[in-house]
C-alpha cells in the first residue's frame, strides 16, 4: 500500500497565482485532514472531512477551499496565493467507525513545500 | 481554549541512553493522545498512542506516560539509538470528528 500520496513535492507560486494541492490515500480511511506547518512549529488543522462530500473548516483556513468527491482524494485548493501561505503542507487521514472510543492514529503523506514569492 | 506543548524546544542524549520526553496539555477533556516522529523531509511518523483511561503503554523501546492530575503527557525511548533522531510531536484528541492539535516540538538529538 502506499498510504497517502501528496503531489506536488515542492511549488513555487508568485503572489495571486492559484494551485491546487493533491492528496490521495488507499487505505480506505474516511475521515481526511489538511495541516499546515510553518517552520519550528507544529501542525496546524485548515480543513477536515468526515467522509465523501463532508468537509469542515479547521483552526486556519482562511485562503483555502476544499472538496471531497470520493473517499480516496482531498484537493486543496489556493485561490490568490499570499506570502503568509508559504509553508509545509500534509495531508493525512485515519478510519473512525464514530463510537465513543474510535480513536484511531493520523497517517500523514510526506508534505508539500509551498513557497509564495 | 486548547493548547499542547512541551517544556523542552531541544534534547540531546548520548547514544545507549534513555531519552525522555516530556508535553503538557490543558484541556483536561481530551481522551486521546499521540506521539508522532517526524524525520527531515519526511510526514508525521505515528509512534504509540494512549487513551485517557489508562496512564501507561508499552511500544517497542518506547513508553507513554499520562498523567492526567497535572495534565503530562511524556515518551520515554530506551536505548537510544542513531536513527531515533528526529522532532518529536505529542497531540491531543480535542474535539469531535478526531481533530488533533499538535504541540510545537522536540528535536532529539543524538551524540555518539
Known amino acids: 500500500n502506499a498510504g497517502v500520496t501528496q503531489t506536488p513535492k515542492f511549488r513555487i507560486l508568485k503572489i495571486g497565482q492559484s494551485m491546487t494541492l493533491q492528496c490521495t490515500q488507499d487505505?480506505?480511511?474516511?475521515?481526511m485532514y489538511w495541516y499546515r506547518q510553518d517552520p519550528g512549529m507544529g501542525l496546524k488543522l485548515i480543513y477536515y472531512?468526515?467522509?465523501?462530500?463532508?468537509?469542515d473548516k479547521g483552526e486556519v483556513p482562511n485562503g483555502y477551499n476544499v472538496s471531497r468527491s470520493t473517499t480516496e482524494d482531498f484537493p486543496l485548493r489556493l485561490e490568490l496565493a499570499a506570502p503568509s501561505q508559504t509553508s509545509v503542507y500534509f495531508c493525512?487521514?485515519?478510519?473512525?467507525?464514530?463510537?465513543?472510543?474510535?480513536?484511531?492514529?493520523?497517517?500523514f503523506g510526506d508534505g508539500t513545500r509551498l513557497s509564495i514569492l | 481554549g486548547e493548547s499542547v506543548g512541551l517544556h523542552l524546544p531541544t534534547l540531546s542524549v548520548q547514544e545507549g541512553d534513555n531519552s525522555i520526553i516530556n508535553c503538557a496539555y490543558s484541556?483536561?477533556?481530551?481522551?486521546?493522545f499521540i506521539w508522532y516522529k517526524q524525520e527531515s523531509g519526511k510526514g508525521p511518523q505515528f509512534i504509540i498512542d494512549?487513551?485517557?483511561?489508562?496512564d501507561k503503554r508499552q511500544g517497542q523501546r518506547v513508553t507513554v506516560l499520562l498523567n492526567k492530575t497535572v495534565k503530562h503527557l511524556s515518551l520515554q525511548i530506551a536505548a537510544t539509538q542513531p536513527g531515533d533522531s528526529a522532532v518529536y510531536f505529542c497531540?491531543?484528541?480535542?474535539?469531535?470528528?478526531?481533530?488533533?492539535?499538535f504541540g510545537q516540538g522536540t528535536r532529539l538529538t543524538i551524540n555518539p
Open positions: 493525512a487521514s485515519s478510519y473512525s467507525m464514530r463510537t465513543l472510543y474510535s480513536n484511531q492514529p493520523q497517517h
Open positions: 487505505m480506505n480511511h474516511n475521515y
Open positions: 472531512s468526515v467522509g465523501a462530500g463532508i468537509t
Open positions: 484541556n483536561s477533556a481530551s481522551d486521546y
Open positions: 494512549i487513551r485517557s483511561n489508562m
Open positions: 497531540a491531543e484528541k480535542g474535539g469531535g470528528a478526531q481533530k488533533l492539535v
